[in-house]
Structures are given as C-alpha cells and as structure tokens.
C-alpha cells in the first residue's frame, strides 16, 4: 500500500527567507506521479508543483522547487523568498501512473509566514 | 471557468441527524472525486464517479455513507445517521481526463456533536 508522510506537523518562516517542507513515501511501484498542494484557510486546494518518477530532474515552479530523491523515496518541497500569501497547509500527495487515479496523501504541514 | 464548487462550507450537526453535501464539478468535467480529512490526519479518498457511474467506491467507509451523482453533473454525500467521527472536512474534485487535472474545492468542514 501506499503511503506518505509528512513529519512536520508546523513550520515558520520569516518572510523573504528559504524554507523546506519534507515528505517521504512508500511504494512498490516504479512510475508515478508526486504532488505539493496548497491550502490555504478557507480556499480551494491548489497545485503548487508535479514532479514525474521517471524525471530526474527536479521540478521547479517560480519560488517553488523540489528536492526528488527516487531511491530514497523523498519529497521535500523548498519556498524561496517566502511571501505572507504562502502562508497555508501544505499537502505532499503520490499517485500511479497508469493505474488507479486516487491520490494519497499525508497529513499536511501548516505553514506560518512571520512577516 | 469557474471551479469546483461545494456547499455548505461549514455543517455542524447533531449525533444521529443526516447531512447531504453537495459538489458542483467544473463543467466538462466527467470524473468527480471525494476525498475526506479526518482531523489531523491524512486526506483519504473516498470514491471516483465517471459521469453519473461510481468507478471506484472503495474509500467509502461503511454505509452511512451514500453518494450520487444524477446526469453526470452535480454530486452528494449523505451522511446517514451521522456519527462522532464522520466529522472532518470533505473534499471534492473533479478532471476531465481520469489521470489528470484535477482540481479541488474548498471543501465542507462537518462537525458532529
């Protein structure tokens, strides 16, 4: 089964400065999809960064980049320059590729901007 | 476009009452999800509608838990009678294609007393 963990129930940053999110995952399969969703209070869920399995590369979106590490089964999710709209909880979540579309997720982690 | 749309946002009901939540896809949407967050855990789903047929049911976790989707537009959840730990906030998504693109409401947030 799958799985995925986010270790950090709550994090801070203070604005303008660098912080990173750790999510690690569990899994048999060998293609599949890795997500960062965004929630923040009150609104819609939204996608932050994608990240492909057969991808080395790592995944980078403006401010938003990832750390993907296969043989490890590791996530992490870096935010540059933090900004006050950052602020909200964030969910790592993992999907098959080609079989099954349901999402996994963890628990989240609820991010504070300190301005 | 407009996006996926859930009401209430917010249901506070007592032990034993029925409460339907309802999702309203994006419109072209054929597949439409619910997911649910038991407070401080992880988001689980719960069943995957292709238009108005269920394609995968197997989060659903008992059956006090009722869901539809009638002409493959809007869908809802019955919660029927609620319980202690139905309490958590519900989301709903919806794609166009099944492995890709969804997009998320703002979910329902229920509470039951």
């Known amino acids: 089964a799958q799985t995925v963990t986010q270790s950090q129930p709550e994090m801070s940053v203070q604005e303008a400065e660098t912080v990173t999110l750790s999510c690690t995952y569990d899994?048999?399969?060998?293609?599949?999809?890795l997500f960062w969703y965004k929630q923040p209070p009150s609104r819609q869920m939204i996608l932050v960064i994608r990240?492909?399995?057969?991808?080395?590369q790592n995944a980078t979106e403006n401010r938003f980049s990832v750390n993907f590490q296969k043989a490890a089964k590791s996530f992490s999710l870096k935010i540059s320059d933090s900004q006050l709209g950052d602020a909200a909880m964030y969910f790592c979540?993992?999907?098959?590729?080609?079989?099954?579309?349901?999402?996994?997720f963890g628990t989240g982690t609820s991010l504070t901007v300190i301005p | 476009e407009a996006g996926v749309t859930q009401f209430p946002s917010h249901s506070v009901i007592e032990k034993g009452q029925t409460v339907t939540l309802r999702c309203d896809p994006i419109?072209?949407?054929?597949?439409l999800y619910w997911y649910r967050r038991v407070m401080g855990k992880e988001i689980k789903f719960l069943l995957h509608?292709?238009?108005?047929?269920?394609?995968?049911e197997s989060g659903m976790p008992n059956n006090r838990f009722l869901a539809e989707r009638t002409g493959g537009t809007y869908s809802t959840l019955k919660v029927q009678p609620a319980e202690l730990e139905d309490s958590g906030v519900y989301f709903c998504?919806?794609?166009?294609?099944?492995?890709?693109?969804?997009?998320f409401g703002s979910g329902t947030r229920l509470t039951v007393v």
């Open positions: 998504a919806s794609s166009q294609q099944p492995f890709y693109g969804y997009t």
């Open positions: 899994t048999s399969e060998s293609d599949y999809y």
């Open positions: 990240q492909e399995a057969y991808k080395q």
């Open positions: 979540a993992y999907r098959r590729r080609n079989t099954g579309n349901q999402f996994y």
């Open positions: 419109s072209g949407h054929d597949n």
């Open positions: 509608f292709v238009k108005e047929s269920k394609q995968d």
